[in-house]
């Protein structure tokens, strides 16, 4: 008799290369063991399960999370940039060329 099998997939990616690949598994299997044996991290060294963030379908998990059928692992880099200076920079620029419109204009259309 053979151990029930679940089909998840392992997603990673990087700038201009992404990775998804289909893996069978068994049961009760972790995160960390599969990811452990599908080789990605042969194949892409700068992954480090010590810092890379790991989640299923968007939401956070821990590398001793069993999976299900169906899950999608997701290998998370680290971020770049701070999402709330990038937002805090991007409505500055925004209210900088909103300004610089209606300074260059000088008339709402309405007859003088």
Do not use: C, W
């Not at 963030?53 to 998990?61: I, N, P, Q, R």
């Amino acid at each position: 008799m053979t151990e029930p099998q679940n089909e998840v997939e392992l997603v990673f990616v990087k700038p201009g290369e992404q990775v998804l690949e289909q893996l069978r598994v068994g049961t009760g299997e972790t995160i960390e063991s599969v990811i452990r044996r599908s080789g990605i991290l042969e194949r892409f060294p700068e992954i480090d399960l010590k810092t890379n963030k790991v989640g299923v379908f968007g939401k956070a998990m821990a590398l001793s999370a069993t999976l299900h059928d169906g899950d999608r692992i997701e290998i998370y880099r680290p971020l770049i940039a701070d999402p709330k200076e990038a937002r805090k920079k991007r409505a500055a620029e925004g209210k900088a060329m909103k300004k610089g419109a209606r300074s260059r204009g000088g008339s709402d259309g309405a007859a003088q």
